[in-house]
């Protein structure tokens, strides 16, 4: 991707924060970004609450399929220690990989989804939660992974921002 269009979406994205608007706003703008730059059929973001050890979905481009409610339980699994402790993206390029982590595989897969990328979304060195992209199988390339880098800072203004919305 062009760096005039990376910008050009970066500025979008900078107003539409700027701007306001409903509670879901941040997630939205952060989704219109990350389908600018990157692309997923499935974009979703998750809250990690590690003082109640719960995790849950503020926002989803597919609400039918993966609704925003309620809460469930972390567990300790590899995924959690690359993405949660060791603050690193987690990339699954087929639909074998993520059948090993994710339960919901076959509905993952029925979405026309075999790839997926978490990048976890760090502010003052606690993980407030993740992004995640999903895309077709193999969709992400190392060209695309350096492009996916470039949404962290834009995560995390997203996740400041959602906070700030929701303190009256």
């Known amino acids: 991707m062009q760096p005039e269009k990376i910008f050009a979406a970066l500025g979008a994205f900078g107003t539409a924060l700027a701007q ?3 509670p879901d706003a941040p997630w939205t703008a952060l989704q219109t970004l990350a389908q600018r730059i990157v692309g997923a059929r499935l974009f979703t973001v ?3 609450d590690l003082d109640a050890n ?5 926002y989803t481009n597919m609400p039918d399929v ?3 409610s309620g809460t469930k339980p972390i567990s300790v699994t590899p995924w959690f220690e690359q993405v949660v402790l060791d603050k ?3 990339v699954m390029n087929t639909i074998a990989e993520i059948s090993q ?8 897969a029925s979405l026309g989804c075999g790839s997926c990328v978490n990048l976890p979304v760090i502010v003052k060195g606690r993980a407030l939660g993740t992004m995640n992209m999903l895309n077709s199988e193999g969709y992400f390339t190392p060209e695309q992974l350096d492009l996916v880098q470039h949404l962290q800072v834009p995560a995390m203004a997203a996740f400041l921002a959602a906070g700030e919305a929701a303190t009256p």
């Open 101 to 108: 982590h994710f339960f919901d595989h076959e509905l993952i």
């Open 54 to 58: 719960v995790a849950s979905r503020l």
């Open 20 to 22: 306001g608007g409903a």
């Open 66 to 68: 993966y609704p925003v």
């Open 88 to 90: 690193k993206m987690f």
């Open 46 to 48: 998750m809250a990690i």
